[in-house]
């Protein structure tokens, strides 16, 4: 059974940094791109970014270039978003997603997702 | 950006009726487009993508079509489950846009 499991999230001040993870199981992580995506309170769904299979590729929203950073490490089949300089608008749940294929933005698999509020 | 329009945001219906939602691309998507359900306090679940094709276990009473900019998830024989909000998404161009779902209840 696919299982995506985010931790990390919690209250944090503006300007500063929090770093989330997502665990992996039930598939071959290293064969999958995999994403962020968010979703503000009671709102809808933002992609937030992607990376492929080996990490050399990452794309992301240009509200995040620059301030978050997504990696991942293959040998413990872990997803990471590193999160700089945050803002109140990137309060939201931070969803861990798996790309269908390769070439798509298509997610057929999601976390049950953490809360990341940024607020003083 | 892509702006992704769906319609109606709200609407409620009876078991067993058919529902269809709309959503529509601000340019075409050349049918790159996704829906997913989010039920209550759930993360979402793909349904459809490349807008027609159903995703492993999704039942057959959902189905996707459209083309261009206009597209429509329908849902035959409406059960109780079935009560979530629903997104489209496009595939087309970064960033890869959600529309503001629309709520599904029941009658």
């Known amino acids: 059974e696919v299982q995506l499991v985010e931790s990390g999230g919690g209250l944090v001040q503006p300007g500063r940094s929090l770093k989330l993870s997502c665990a992996a199981s039930?598939?071959?992580?290293?064969?999958?791109?995999m994403a962020w995506v968010r979703q503000a309170p009671t709102k809808g769904l933002e992609w937030v970014a992607s990376?492929?299979?080996?990490?050399?590729?990452?794309y992301y929203r240009d509200s995040v270039k620059g301030r978050f950073t997504i990696s991942r490490d293959n040998a413990k089949s872990t997803l990471y978003l590193q999160m700089d300089s945050l803002r109140s608008e990137d309060t939201a749940t931070y969803y861990c997603?798996?790309?269908?294929?390769?070439?798509?933005?298509?997610?057929?698999?999601w976390g049950q997702g953490v809360m990341v509020t940024v607020s003083s | 950006d892509i702006q992704m329009t769906q319609s109606p945001a709200s609407l409620s219906a009876s078991l067993g009726e058919t529902v269809t939602i709309e959503c529509l691309a601000s340019?075409?998507?050349?049918?790159?487009l996704a829906w997913y359900q989010q039920k209550p306090g759930k993360s979402p679940q793909l349904l459809i993508y490349y807008a027609n094709s159903l995703n492993d276990g999704v039942p057959s009473r959902f189905s996707g079509s459209g083309s261009g900019t206009q597209y429509s998830l329908k849902i035959n024989s409406l059960q109780s489950e079935d009560v979530s909000i629903y997104f489209c998404?496009?595939?087309?161009?970064?960033?890869?846009?959600f529309g503001a779902g629309t709520k599904l209840e029941l009658k």
């Open positions: 990376i492929s299979t080996g990490g050399g590729n990452t």
């Open positions: 340019e075409d998507i050349y049918s790159n």
């Open positions: 997603a798996r790309h269908l294929y390769t070439t798509d933005y298509y997610f057929d698999y």
């Open positions: 998404q496009q595939n087309y161009d970064s960033p890869y846009t």
């Open positions: 039930g598939f071959t992580f290293s064969n999958y791109d």
